[in-house]
């Protein structure tokens, strides 16, 4: 509309308000949609450890989220893959951060950075997938948090409550293998990348054979 209306009406619309609108009618969708009875509990703590990666149901959106070290290089690369019940990517990010932590507190900011996205990027019904089973459990466990990585969970939560339904659950190490990859390969450097119905070549292996699996 912006483009339309600065070639044919000569109008033209700053990129801050076109981003301002977005966001306005994104929150006006979200409140349409919330309800207490649409938000998602975590419910997954005896369900069974899946083996390999399956899709969702229809109309959720499946985010896998990792971290990974490079002691070397010194940084902790993040990678979060969202895909669909067909296994096709809409989305997914790397981002790396010089490492300041340890490996529990580096996947806690996967998390972190994978609830953010989610909001930023208008995915609002998801199941988050990570294979750190004390990051999933502390997540799913109620405040208060009292431990050094308490702010860390209490972000989490919040960031998460935006969404109109959600659940963390672990999963195999074999079934986050998309993820793992793409935080792997932002380690070696500082970076911030997105892509949107587009799969990273360094994962794009791993979500064709994912794709190929039949649903159970």
Known sequence: ??????IFEGISVHPNKVYEEAVRLIDDYK??????????????????????????????????FDAAINSKAGYVGVGLVVRDFLGHVKAAKRISFPILTDAYNAELMAASQAVIFCNQAGFINV????????????VNSSPPYLSRSGHLLEGIKHEAGKLVSYSFVHVKRTCNEAAHNLAKSG???LCNDSWFD????????????EQRVPRS
């Open 1 to 6: 509309m912006r483009r339309n209306s600065l």
């Open 31 to 64: 409140r349409c949609l919330k309800g207490d009875e649409m938000k998602s509990k975590p419910t997954y703590e005896n369900a069974p450890v899946l083996s390999c990666w399956k899709p969702p149901p229809v109309g959720i959106f499946k985010v896998n």
């Open 127 to 138: 199941i988050l997938e990570g294979d750190a089973l004390k990051v999933i459990n502390d």
């Open 187 to 189: 380690t070696a450097s």
């Open 198 to 209: 587009q799969v990273p070549a360094c994962i794009i292996h791993v979500v064709a054979r």
